[in-house]
């Protein structure tokens, strides 16, 4: 980008004027420089002088193209705070869950515990014992996997934030986040119209083949030069006085007189470039209107899911769990329906969990669709 803004005021200023020295008129007999009357040293020097109009045309493709650059690198940097986010709340949704799961562990051990202990003395069922057991080498399994993909997750994310190594801790004691209701799926469009990198980079590629037009058309006038000679001569006229010096002045324009084979097919290619942007600009804006939609009405769901789990689900398996140990503390509820109840609550709190984490993932997707920038901020504080 900086290579692009160094070159605005170049492409906008006039050619270097070209310099000439020679010698004019020797004679080749005696290479005598006062032989002959016309025999001089000269010195000259050109400047050409493009068609009004076609200096700042160029000045201002080359600004384009700057600006071009410009999008092009905020899209990147969207991309990776995308990646970034993404990555972040997987790695919270992970760490949630392995706490949960070693929850979930505890109470299933109570669990085989419990009913190993009822099977002893007849009370129970062996199927009860192996299926809680099962349920347990189950748990340890999806334990084992998600560590190691905690691992995988916290590289990505490390690479994505540009450090080789180290580590993320994250807070072990914090609010559970909440979900917020976004604009609507149309504002969020007419917003990104405005500063999705991606459209904005096409909109300036239209821009600058449009000026390319118009510089193209300019071809069929022509450019200028003027040039400024001074010769110097030697010797002396036949009354014995000092020859004269010579100036010289030379105004010349290039003629385009082939411009059915030149400047005509130019301005025929410059109009269908024009064309294939306007193209290329509207199935963007189309893709980008779906991509945008597709996502909200995901979120939508997904937002609904989370409310339905934050303020009907979870609460109730909580209620639910008070109830049993107020029950069980009366002698009114066995312990093992004490203890199922509470292995339902932690399942419950990870698909809210895992709900919540894919809607701050697609929330984070439409942020970097309609060109925000966001950072780490709020619940996502370290």
Same mark, same amino acid.
């Given at each position: 980008m900086e290579e692009e803004a160094a070159l605005i005021e170049p492409s906008g200023s006039l050619p270097d004027p070209i310099l000439g020295i020679g010698v004019v008129n020797l004679p080749t007999d005696t290479f005598s420089f006062d032989q002959e009357a016309m025999t001089q040293t000269q010195v000259r020097l050109t400047q050409k002088l493009p068609f009004p109009g076609k200096l700042s045309l160029r000045s201002s493709i080359q600004g384009l193209k700057k600006e071009i650059e410009a999008w092009r690198l905020k899209a990147l940097i969207l991309d990776v705070r995308k990646e970034a986010i993404s990555l972040w709340w997987e790695l919270y949704r992970i760490e949630t869950v392995l706490n949960l799961v070693s929850r979930e562990e505890t109470t299933l051990k109570k669990i085989i515990e419990l009913s190993s202990s009822r099977y002893e003395t007849g009370s129970g069922l062996q199927s009860d014992v192996l299926l809680s057991q099962l349920e347990l080498t189950r748990l340890l399994d999806r334990k084992i996997a998600l560590q190691a993909k905690r691992k995988d997750v916290e590289s990505k994310l490390l690479s994505a934030l540009g450090k080789r190594d180290g580590c993320i801790e994250?807070?072990?004691?914090?609010?559970?986040?909440?979900?917020?209701?976004?604009? %609507?799926?149309?504002?969020?469009?007419?917003?990104?119209?405005?500063?999705? %990198? @991606?459209?904005?980079?096409?909109?300036? !590629?239209?821009?600058?083949?449009?000026?390319?037009?118009?510089?193209?058309?300019?071809?069929?006038?022509?450019?200028?030069?003027?040039?400024?000679?001074?010769?110097?001569?030697?010797?002396?006229? %036949?009354?014995?006085?000092?020859?004269?010096?010579?100036?010289?002045?030379?105004?010349?324009?290039?003629? %385009?007189?082939?411009?059915?084979?030149?400047?005509?097919?130019?301005?025929? @290619? @410059?109009?269908?470039?024009? !064309?294939?942007?306007?193209?290329?600009?509207?199935?963007?804006?189309?893709?980008?209107?779906?991509?945008?939609?597709?996502?909200?009405?995901?979120?939508?769901?997904?937002?609904?899911?989370?409310?339905l789990y934050r303020h009907t689900i979870i609460p109730k398996a909580e209620t639910t769990l008070s109830a049993l140990n107020r029950a069980y503390g009366a002698g009114k509820a066995d312990i093992l329906g004490l203890l199922r109840a509470e292995l339902m609550l932690y399942r419950f709190k990870e698909s809210h969990i895992n709900v919540l984490a894919r809607a701050k993932r697609l929330a984070a997707e439409l942020d970097a669709l309609v060109g925000k920038d966001y950072e780490f901020v709020g619940d996502l504080q370290q």
């Open positions: 994250l807070k072990k004691e914090r609010k559970m986040p909440f979900l917020v209701e976004l604009s %609507p799926a149309s504002t969020l469009f007419e917003e990104a119209l405005k500063t999705n %990198p @991606s459209i904005k980079e096409t909109e300036m !590629r239209l821009k600058l083949k449009r000026l390319s037009y118009e510089l193209r058309k300019k071809d069929f006038y022509p450019d200028f030069s003027i040039t400024g000679a001074y010769g110097k001569r030697f010797g002396d006229n %036949p009354d014995g006085s000092d020859r004269a010096d010579f100036a010289t002045l030379v105004f010349s324009l290039n003629i %385009p007189i082939f411009y059915k084979k030149k400047q005509s097919l130019q301005v025929v @290619s @410059s109009l269908e470039a024009i !064309r294939s942007v306007e193209e290329a600009l509207h199935d963007e804006e189309l893709r980008l209107k779906s991509a945008i939609s597709g996502r909200y009405a995901t979120y939508s769901g997904l937002l609904d899911q989370e409310r």
